[in-house]
Nanobody, 116 residues
């Protein structure tokens, strides 16, 4: 199983980035997926999740209205569109698959830095 996050970078406050998560080694459409982030000196936190079909999407309050999670089952990709980025969004972002109530297969993550 391999989950590879990409698309991070350095942006100014108010800017946008689109993160991608490429998935291999599993039947992607069988799993709900999620995005998490870990800021320097802080614990990893939930950002967004999407069910197997893409119908149900959940977000942490701090990103609602700014971030959009999506998935393309045929291509085995998941995305996180991030708009109106703020300095507090600076973190390493990880994608993961959900099994039961837990998340697994984190991968290396992609770094997002938002300058003020």
């Amino acid at each position: 199983v391999q989950l590879q996050a990409s698309g991070g970078g350095l942006v100014q406050t108010g800017g946008s980035l689109r993160l991608s998560c490429a998935v291999s080694g599993i039947v992607f459409s069988n799993y709900a997926m999620g995005w998490f982030r870990q800021a320097p000196g802080k614990e990893r936190e939930f950002v967004a999740s999407i069910d197997r079909t893409g119908f149900r999407r959940d977000y942490r309050d701090a990103v609602k209205g700014r971030f959009t999670i999506s998935r393309h089952n045929a291509e085995k990709f998941m995305h996180l569109q991030m708009n109106s980025l703020q300095p507090e969004d600076t973190a390493v972002y990880f994608c993961a698959r959900k099994i039961g109530k837990d998340y697994f297969d984190w991968g290396q993550g992609t770094v997002v830095t938002v300058s003020s």
